[in-house]
């Protein structure tokens, strides 16, 4: 017999070889038809898995990430099933679950395009009707080798050479098999709806010297009424969409000529980003930190000592040699290297920490030109900035400080729903971090006390630390519901020791202090890409470009518009006149598209009394009343926005 633990803390005993899906069955059958895959021990695993030894298990429904990673992971196998069907010859590359879906590359000798996804959709569905057990199998390096070169794919033959014997296995649907470590649903029966969304290109391992092959992307539900919610889902995020909200809105651009993924950021956006800036400075300035400026790149030697060389070289744009042989600057990947330095400037004591430099610092990253995306992916790109040196007595009050500073962004901003993610360091591939077991303990630990203390609805996930530090990160929901990262907190022990930092103690003895990195917005350009996208463009009056905009009903009525809008702008509202040789209703119109809150109408009856009448932004006519209240209105409005 073996003990299972579930995650309330009860536990039941079973037979030695019982699988997830037979302990599903015995709770209820209920659950087992829900129950998509499972966690045993911190691992996620198949359903029908025998389980040999006392456990912790979890299972997972749909709702649960693991569920739908595990979904979506199998359906690239049913559609690598399906192309094997249609296109005989066909090589395989990799098949993989993303945040939103999966995708498989493939090498075909008949191009696909997207003409021709409803056939393959077809295809797979016929598939799924056959409810194919998904069977897995342990093969030997030598019998993967064989299958492979058989078939004449030299893609899996590749990955398979970089494997150890021993730990392969193959997954097998249908007359489909496939390399491949799982863990998979138990047939395919449970496919109700698939959605083929889209076909691209992808270099092999992504690497542009390696051949171009054909990525096709796809979403999986196990019933047709949520495909249908999805994809009025995403006729929704097309309307949002911040690269088309971004031109309307004259808010930014690219240009070919400037470079691939460098933002131009228009008037109107750039008054936008400066009011976030200023916001962000406010409440920075109430909290203690001092602004600083730091060059946009650096010597190469900063980022070997940091580590950033090593961990972000390949994706940094290539060094640049000075006159003077030997000598290499980068353009900078971070901004923390360049604090420390700050901090090295003079002599630190206990008495000077906390101590807390902020900056709007732009760094730079070579992205691969394919995974380049408007504001959310850039070469180029400004974080909202700040390392705090502490002591460690004042590590957790410090850090929780810098939550109060992330919950009152969301809170003004209107990011009410929300997941703090504990981003800790995988345990069984501690190569990928710098620093001692024992500082990696104490700051994770550091970081899930704060999180409690605060009673954040928490996550952890293993892995996605950075390399220097376990971090914080901040899952934010939109509008419509996607969710996005926005802010991060880090606890970091290890840039302290390579640069050698070092305040004298109340001992008169040298210590260490501990870093804290953070960036509530993230970057100013991927935070402004989600605020368009959750806004739909619509933004809080306090940072909108355009507040007013006054509409005189004929030419006759210019002048007492601008002397509107004047009086407006000198009260500290953002008003602007459209007086165009346009009748009312297209102005009314054209300004509402472009989503300007106020319209201020004016005419004879207006301009007779001195008075003004003003539509509100999907409300409609609001009546009629003095410049003066209508200004009030405006600022009280704002105020109310920023105080909450």
Not at 204 to 214: A, F, Q, V
Not at 260 to 268: E, T
Not at 471 to 491: E, H, N, P, S, Y
Request: proline fraction near 5%; include cysteine.
């Amino acid at each position: 017999m073996i003990n299972v633990t579930f995650p309330d803390g009860s536990a039941r005993k079973f037979a030695k070889g019982t699988t997830a899906m037979q302990i599903a069955e015995s709770i209820s059958p209920r659950l087992a038809a829900e129950v998509l895959t499972a966690t045993v021990n911190g691992k996620v695993t198949d359903l029908i898995t025998p389980i040999n030894e006392d456990c912790q298990l979890k299972l997972h429904k749909w709702e649960d990430s693991e569920a739908k990673k595990t979904f979506w992971h199998t359906s690239s196998h049913l559609l690598a099933e399906a192309l094997e069907a249609l296109y005989p010859g066909i090589k395989f590359g990799i098949g993989p679950a993303i945040d939103s879906g999966f995708y498989y590359d493939v090498d075909s000798p008949t191009p696909i395009t997207e003409s021709d996804l409803p056939a393959i959709e077809a295809k797979m569905a016929e598939l799924a009707r056959n409810k194919e057990p998904l069977v897995r199998r342990e093969i030997s390096k030598d019998e993967a080798m064989k299958t492979f070169t058989e078939k004449g794919d030299q893609y899996k033959t590749e990955l398979i050479s970089a494997l150890e014997d021993g730990t392969i296995t193959f997954y097998t649907n249908g007359a489909f098999t496939d390399l491949c470590r799982g863990p998979h649903l138990p047939n395919t029966g449970l496919i109700k709806a698939v959605k083929l969304t889209s076909v691209a290109g992808a270099y092999w391992r992504g690497d542009e010297h390696n051949k171009m092959l054909t990525r096709i992307y796809g979403v999986s539900f196990p019933k047709k009424s949520m495909l249908d919610e999805h994809l009025a889902l995403l006729e929704e995020a097309k309307k949002r969409d911040h690269r088309k909200l971004g031109k309307e809105l004259e808010l930014f651009a690219f240009s070919q000529r400037v470079g691939q993924g460098l933002p131009l950021w228009l008037p109107k956006g750039t008054a936008l980003r400066d009011r976030l800036e200023q916001f962000l400075r406010a409440v920075q300035k109430k909290h203690g930190y001092e602004q600083v400026i730091t060059p946009h790149i650096g010597n190469k030697d900063l980022y070997v000592t940091s580590g950033h060389y090593a961990k972000y070289g390949k994706d940094s744009f290539q060094p640049i040699h000075t006159p003077y042989e030997g000598e290499e600057y980068l353009l900078k990947p971070m901004n923390c290297p360049h604090h420390c330095e700050i901090y090295r400037t003079k002599p630190r004591s206990y008495k000077d920490l906390p101590l807390r430099f902020a900056e709007f610092g732009t760094v730079y990253r070579y992205e691969q030109s394919g995974e380049l995306h408007g504001l959310t992916r850039v070469r180029g790109f400004t974080q909202d900035d700040a390392h705090l040196f502490v002591r460690p007595d004042q590590l957790l009050d410090e850090f929780m400080k810098v939550i109060d500073i992330v919950l009152y962004i969301f809170k003004t901003l209107k990011f009410d729903d929300f997941t703090a993610q504990v981003s800790l360091r995988d345990p069984n591939n501690k190569s990928k971090y710098i620093g001692s077991d024992e500082n990696w303990d104490k700051a994770e630990s550091a970081i899930i006390e704060a999180a409690n203390t605060k009673g954040l609805k928490t996550v952890v996930e293993y892995g996605e630390a950075a390399f220097y530090g376990p971090k914080l990160d901040f899952m934010v929901k939109d509008a419509i519901g996607r969710k996005w990262q926005l802010g991060t907190i880090q606890v970091d022990y290890n840039l302290p020791e390579r640069f050698d930092l070092t305040y004298t103690g109340a001992d008169d003895k040298p210590h260490r202090p501990i870093m804290i990195h953070r960036a509530p917005f993230g970057s100013m350009e991927r935070f402004v890409a989600v605020l368009l996208e959750h806004t739909g463009g619509k933004f809080p009056l306090w940072l909108t470009p355009d507040q007013v905009v006054v509409l005189p009903i004929s030419e006759k009525y210019n002048d007492y518009a601008h002397k509107v809008a004047d009086y407006l702008c000198a009260g500290d509202v953002r008003a602007s006149v459209d007086d165009r040789n346009e009748k009312i209703g297209r102005k009314i119109r054209g300004n509402e598209l472009k989503r300007i809150p106020y319209l201020v109408i004016v005419g004879e009856k207006e301009e007779e009394n001195q008075t003004i009448s003003y539509r509100i932004q999907g409300e409609g006519d609001k009546g009629s009343l003095s410049a003066e209240e209508f200004k009030n209105i405006v600022l009280n409005k704002v105020k109310e926005e920023i105080e909450g």
